[in-house]
T-cell receptor, first 117, second 114 residues
């Protein structure tokens, strides 16, 4: 069965340092997409970065990069040069069947990141 | 503003009340979603509408009733809820058929059932 696991309920990082948030997934579908979202205290979920299962290179978006290790089924989010505004909940999500037009996304339980001044 | 607007932001209702949550998207997307977010649990997909037709209904109790009158609006009608239904209800939209893209979420409605 499809599954997303985030094993770190909470993380601390010093401002300006890098931090890695872990995500592992399980799927039998060869075609899938992996997403990371940020949820600040205001509640809205903000899309950060996407990695397709067939993408050869790791995705990057500004200070965000996704460390995609397909054989290990991991999709860790790396945030470089952390800022105080990065303090939030971070969710890893997976969508199966990206070529077949299905709509099923599943989310992990999230990691709460606190950036320290 | 993300382009997806949810109202109200906060709602307190009794178990015998009837209320509705509203979601409006200004992005021209063709799919809309309701998610439930409870503390320490993954987001739970409740309903999916694609081109105003319901395509997913994940075993949600009948006390939750969705409505999608057009591609820009999505409602969640609530009646005779239980205290365990207290949660953050998130609406999202996406443009399907143009490759896998992330959702655009609204800010959510924080629902408390008393």
């Amino acid at each position: 069965a499809q599954k997303i696991t985030q094993t770190q309920p909470g993380m601390f990082v010093q401002e300006k340092e890098a931090v890695t948030l872990d995500c592992t997934y399980d799927t039998s579908d060869p075609s899938y997409g992996l997403f990371w979202y940020k949820q600040p205290s205001s509640g809205e979920m903000i899309f950060l970065i996407y990695q397709g299962s067939y993408d050869q290179q790791n995705a990057t978006e500004g200070r965000y990069s996704l460390n995609f290790q397909k054989a290990r089924k991991s999709a860790n989010l790396v945030i470089s040069a952390s800022q105080l505004g990065d303090s939030a909940m971070y969710f890893c999500a997976m969508r199966e069947g990206v070529t077949s037009g299905t709509y099923k996304y599943i989310f992990g339980t999230g990691t709460r990141l606190k950036v320290l001044a | 503003e993300t382009g997806v607007t949810q109202t109200p932001r906060h709602l307190v209702m009794g178990m015998t009340n009837k209320k509705s949550l509203k979601c409006e998207q200004h992005l021209g997307h063709n799919a809309m979603y309701w998610y439930k977010q409870s503390a320490k649990k993954p987001l739970e997909l409740m309903f999916v509408y694609s081109l105003e037709e319901r395509v997913e209904n994940n075993s949600v109790p009948s006390r939750f009733s969705p409505e999608c009158p057009n591609s820009s609006h999505l409602f969640l009608h609530l009646h005779t809820l239980q205290p365990e239904d207290s949660a953050l209800y998130l609406c999202a939209s996406s443009q399907e058929g143009q490759g896998p893209k992330g959702y655009t979420f609204g800010s959510g409605t924080r629902l408390t059932v008393v």
